[in-house]
T-cell receptor
Framework: GAVVSQHPSRVICKSGTSVKIECRSL??????MFWYRQFPKQSLMLMAT?????????EQGVEKDKFLINHASLTLSTLTVTSAHPEDSSFYIC???????????FGSGTQLSVL | SQQGEEDPQALSIQEGENATMNCSYK?????LQWYRQNSGRGLVHLIL?????REKHSGRLRVTLDTSKKSSSLLITASRAADTASYFC??????????FGKGNQVVVIP
């Protein structure tokens, strides 16, 4: 199946710093990428949807200035958590879909811990 | 409203037994998908069933869909310790977004 690579897998940072998470589709063109946030033992909460070359669509309640999403190419999307605070600590997962547009292929997730 | 609400949410079984989990949703769907997540990892697509299908098999997985009741079930037969994971159903919303249910945590005891 299609492969989505997400880096880093784990990051620990100080409060106030910014953290960038990368999501790459390795063997297909990802027309749409999604960013999710997941708290322990809970479901995935969709944060935003990004299409290559256009602005991301954010879900209600997600601050677009806080969570910057860039989808500059058909194989790369980035999520930047700006001025991170302890409450931003969470597991962030990206996913991508190709032209088939039915199944989602997920990255392995990034565990963010803000001290 | 949240689509895809699995019940029960935690299941502990012995290796070799079958595991069944359910999912309900609220609106019309084109398809329903099941995903698996190992602890601390991303999700892996397991199976997709379309709204005009009632049952689908893939290896040891069997999925049913009842659109009149807006529910689906996932059956894992002859479970293995490696099946220990969380299982989520997902339904497609507008703009190709998938809404995930709360998830079922399955523990298979060797």
């Amino acid at each position: 199946g299609a492969v989505v690579s997400q880096h880093p897998s784990r990051v620990i940072c100080k409060s106030g710093t910014s953290v960038k998470i990368e999501c790459r589709s390795l063997d297909f063109q990802a027309t749409t990428m999604f960013w999710y946030r997941q708290f322990p033992k809970q479901s995935l909460m969709l944060m935003a949807t990004s299409n290559e070359g256009s602005k991301a669509t954010y879900e209600q309640g997600v601050e677009k200035d806080k969570f910057l999403i860039n989808h500059a190419s058909l194989t790369l999307s980035t999520l930047t958590v700006t001025s991170a605070h302890p409450e931003d600590s969470s597991f962030y997962i990206c996913s991508a879909t190709g032209r088939e547009n039915e199944k989602l292929f997920f990255g392995s997730g990034t565990q963010l811990s803000v001290l | 409203s949240q689509q895809g609400e699995e019940d029960p949410q935690a299941l502990s079984i012995q290796e070799g037994e079958n595991a069944t989990m359910n999912c309900s949703y609220k609106t019309s769907i084109n398809n329903l998908q099941w995903y698996r997540q190992n602890s601390g990892r991303g999700l892996v697509h397991l199976i997709l069933i379309r709204s005009n299908e009632r049952e689908k098999h893939s290896g040891r997985l069997r999925v049913t869909l009842d659109t009149s009741k807006k529910s689906s079930s996932l059956l894992i037969t002859a479970s293995r310790a490696a099946d220990t994971a969380s299982y989520f159903c997902a339904t497609r919303r507008g703009n190709n977004r998938l809404a995930f249910g709360k998830g079922n945590q399955v523990v298979v005891i060797p």
